[in-house]
């Protein structure tokens, strides 16, 4: 039997907790007089989610976490005393993206698309893995390679070594005396050499939109790209024609760094004659390989594994790091890509036109992966419902809420990178502002569901709009000002239960059943996933993160919310409660021994375990936390250039204070009330520009090491 898919997304962004940041001295801190209890939480979370954060590089999906979290923290990595600033600004930096725009995933390798999710597997797209196939031609499946087989070793027999050399033909090619563990070498002595198999089965198209060759060349005239040609029989056709095939480059720019060879992809999705099921391929070689060596890896289908959301988060990340730390250089690099990605977003996913990401990938149309027979069995989609953003899971595409407002978030965000730059040609600012508005009107209009009173997933392909109760981005689109005013008051009524939603599983007080925030959904869903999550039924409510479950890093969007919606008093209110859940797991020994107790009513997910709590391991997204007190009540709002100051301060809460701070080239204290603002810079700092509401008076040091702001 083999290891159920849950496991294995669970496991595939496990990261190695061992190599983790260490301990910092003098990271930034924060004051909170009158409520030690809260000072104390938000110090703790601050040191101990970054010191024991991994060193990783992070996948694009962390960047915006990351960059709210860390973009003012005054911390260092342990493995090389840099500061975590450069860290970020060099995964920014170097954040692959296609010649059109698409930004990369940045995920670990595995057995599918290098630009995307490192899953689902080709075997995990069709019940059972019936009518599909990949061969490897490996000597033996190397413990090193995440992927296949380090999840499913027992197929290496069937699709592995000697059995994969005997399933294909090499016309052309003979095979050398050498070969290494992951890859077989031959020398090509034809002029169209080719490579034709399998010799037995068949490969469902559908399920197999892309085709992928491991490969690499030696003794090339030119390391140009080439072009090579694929042909395909389907069944019940004896031979070969013209009519099915498709030509694609072999270029030396798809090297992995990973396993050393070329990954080629092959968009055969977008033949019409790909259809069916496929009973055998043909590659040919062009002649200017002959006398050529190649080393082959392998080759597998993969289904169209990329996240919609990623060039729109990439686009935040890199705003969120320029506006804190003022780096013109880095504004001068980035802004030239921010523009290419929003542009991807704006042709490619149809914004332009529609003012909504629409997603027209294949695979990704919003229809569930999944379905019931007449005997209440899971019956899968292939190649369907694939997941494409954060909520791996879940199938968010076809007209998609999530990746809109994201997408909204992107606008502003390249608005004040081009504002900060000033202007080159393209889109202003204010055009810029403009179509953000645009966007918002759609996707209050598109998006809203009258009878639950909130945002629904998406609109699939189908017409259906799958609503069950995610919060999360509920919360977001309220955070990041999307949301109307009406709209943002009934998702609160929903989620503090003013409002009950009849179809719901979770209501009321159940909602923040977990306390540090709401539940991500409050909806029990057992059909509506990608094609490979075929074991929801057998999950407890609320014992997955995207069913039931929680994260702790989204808290940051739930208190920013509140804030702008019901207040900072109600937000503060959020905040302690939060404060006092974290001190009872102290207490109890931690995250871990707190969850090890039944009682809590469900376990943690990662470091080796399933579970429906995300807060450490892998969810850097915790770190964000503290950042609400800085950008909500003590109202920092740096654009690269000032530090734009506006406090709203809590009833009961006098003054708030940030030591240690990093903004704008500046390390500095930061402390506000309701009627002042006093800055003091450390030594060898001076206090950046400040601005204040216009009522207020600033004056300063003649040294710039200190500022007082006042509102007379």
Known sequence: MTKPFFLASLLSVLLPLANLLGEVSDITSFQVPGDEGVARFLNEHTRGHFEKRPINRPATFHLPYLAISDSWLNASRRDDGRAIQQHLREWLLT???????????????????????????????????????????????????????????????????????????????????????????????????????????????????????????????????????????????????????????????????????????????????????VREIRITLPPQTQGALVRMDSIFPSVDTRHQVNNALFISAAWDYFRWTGDTDFLKKILPRCELALQFQMKELGAEKLHLIHVPWPGHSGISGIGRSAKGEVTVNPGQGLGGNYWDLLPFGGDDFFATLHYYQSLLAVAGLREAAGPDGGLTPAELRKEAAAVAEVANRVFWSSETGRFVACVAADGTRPDFGYSIPNLEAIANGMASQPHAVSIFDWLDGRRLVGSDTSQGADVYRWRFGPRASTKRNTEWYKCSWIHSQTIKWGGQVQDGGAVLGFSYYDLLARLRILGPTDAWKRLQAISDWHREVMNAGGYRKYYADPARGNTLQGDNTAGGIGIDAEFFESSMLPAAVLSGWMGLAPDGKQLFISPKLPEGIDSLGVKNLRVLGSLCQVTVSGKTVEITAAEGSSVPPVVLPPEWKITKSADNKSLNGILP
Do not use: C
């Open 95 to 277: 954040t692959k993206l296609s010649p059109e725009g698409f930004v990369h995933t940045h995920q670990h390798l595995s057995d599918a698309w290098d630009w995307g999710w490192p899953f689902p597997f080709w075997n995990q797209v069709t019940s059972g893995g019936s009518r599909m196939w990949g061969y490897y031609f490996w000597e033996k499946s190397p413990k090193y390679r995440p992927g296949l087989f380090h999840f499913y070793p027992m197929l290496f027999e069937k699709f592995g070594g000697e059995a994969a050399m005997a399933q294909w033909k090499f016309d052309g090619m003979a095979p050398t005396a050498r070969s290494g563990k992951t890859w077989k070498e031959f020398q090509i002595s034809g002029k169209g050499a080719t490579l034709t198999g399998p010799g037995t089965g068949v490969l469902l198209a559908k399920g197999a939109p892309l085709l992928q060759v491991r490969w690499k060349f030696e003794g090339l005239p030119t390391k140009a790209p080439f072009e090579a040609r694929i042909e395909w029989r389907r069944v019940g056709e004896e031979t070969f024609s013209p009519d099915r095939s498709l030509a694609f480059l072999v270029s030396p720019e798809d090297l992995s760094g990973d396993t050393g060879m070329i990954h080629t992809t092959i968009p055969v999705h977008q033949h019409p004659l790909w259809t069916g099921e």
